[in-house]
């Protein structure tokens, strides 16, 4: 089984909203922790939001803050990414992560787990 697989992305206008959702093995979602980063080309995978379990933990880049909204359903084993006000810089690969090993959230190298990844496109 493919440890986290994303849905489909889209394409939507600026002021648009898109909701992604990750689906995890059984493994992979005994992680504690769980986050969305997005990619574009010429640039480091980007944390863009987090969130653990253990101590309600929720955090966003300063970038999404109050736009996007991350969540977990434990029944589905899925995490999802509310994204409300997109704008054209919010078009991306997003990528779902599980294992946050240590140090900072945000760091594409403290998760060991990824999905494969969904295009979202904002167009202005």
């Known amino acids: 089984q493919v440890p986290l697989e994303e849905s489909e992305g889209g394409s939507v206008q600026a002021g648009g909203s898109l909701r992604l959702s990750c689906v995890a093995s059984e493994d992979a979602y005994r992680s504690d922790c769980m986050a969305w980063f997005r990619h574009n080309e010429g640039n480091e995978r980007e944390g863009v939001a987090a969130t653990c379990t253990r101590g309600d933990f929720r955090s966003y880049a300063d970038s999404v803050r109050g736009r996007f909204t991350i969540s977990r359903d434990n029944a589905k084993r899925m995490v999802s990414l509310q994204m409300d006000s997109l704008q054209p810089e919010d078009s991306a690969i997003y990528y779902c992560?599980?294992?946050?090993?240590?140090?900072?959230?945000?760091?594409?190298?403290?998760?060991?787990?990824w999905g494969q990844g969904t295009q979202v496109t904002v167009s202005s």
């Open positions: 992560a599980s294992g946050w090993r240590n140090g900072s959230w945000y760091s594409a190298y403290e998760w060991p787990v």
